[in-house]
């Protein structure tokens, strides 16, 4: 079972910034929050990850809280073509745990 | 750089019949995965590989699938016989090992069982 909740939608309009919330409140010390998307019809795609830091690169911004028990991805200007389900997964680093498990994600519209 | 290749994109079949999938991986990534997703569900990990060993197989239901990577390279998923439930988006995914933060989805092979 997924170890995060996600909200199962939200909206955003086109050119603001889309904040996406996660909640990881059993997430263990040596566990990463990752951030994939998935756009209609094309396999997931790595957008960033994190320990305990704030995390940024040329897609997102990640913000971890400091009990790391949530998090949120922003998109600071969003488009259209940034609509798709993004999905918020905690990955371990041990033999058993180091694996992608998904949960349904939260549905993001970005609207003209 | 080429992503990871599958084929077909699209397969429909009559239950009890065969299917196989193939997956390229990018060049040089030793780890594969095959993952399935269902119709509104994030995918499921079902095989995964490291160079030619199937390391984790925990979730491939092993009565009906059956799956191999040949000198760990491409890989083939095959269903046999093929269920009205086996209908589904079947993803395959490489990195360069195990380790690797991102892994590298290829665009799915849609199968429908009819």
């Known amino acids: 079972d997924a170890k995060t909740t996600q909200p199962p939608s939200m909206d955003c309009a086109e050119g603001r910034a889309a904040n996406l919330p996660c909640n990881h409140s059993?997430?263990?010390?040596?566990?990463?929050v990752y951030w994939y998307r998935q756009i209609h019809s094309q396999g997931p795609q790595y957008i960033i990850h994190?320990?305990?830091n704030n995390e940024t690169n040329e897609m997102a911004s990640l913000i971890i809280t400091e009990d790391r028990k949530s998090s949120t991805l922003i998109l600071p200007h969003a488009t259209l073509r940034d609509t798709a389900v993004y999905y918020c997964?905690?990955?371990?680093?041990?033999?058993?745990?180091?694996?992608?498990?998904f949960g349904t994600g939260t549905r993001l519209q970005v609207f003209p | 750089e080429a992503g990871v290749v599958q084929s077909p994109r699209y397969k429909i079949i009559e239950k009890k019949q065969p299917v196989a999938f193939w997956c390229n991986p990018i060049?040089?990534?030793?780890?594969l995965y095959w993952y399935r997703q269902n119709l509104g569900q994030g995918p499921e990990l079902l095989i995964r590989?490291?160079?030619?060993?199937?390391?984790?197989d925990s979730q491939l239901p092993k009565d009906r699938f059956s799956a191999e990577r040949l000198k760990g390279v491409d890989s083939t998923l095959k269903i046999q016989p093929a269920e009205l439930g086996d209908s589904a988006v079947y993803l395959c995914?490489?990195?360069?090992?195990?380790?690797?933060?991102?892994?590298?989805f290829g665009p799915g092979t849609r199968l429908t069982v009819t």
């Open positions: 995914a490489s990195s360069l090992d195990r380790f690797s933060y991102e892994q590298y």
């Open positions: 059993t997430i263990s010390g040596n566990e990463y």
């Open positions: 994190g320990l305990k």
């Open positions: 997964i905690v990955k371990g680093v041990s033999y058993n745990t180091d694996k992608l498990i």
């Open positions: 060049s040089g990534h030793n780890t």
């Open positions: 590989y490291e160079n030619e060993e199937a390391v984790d």
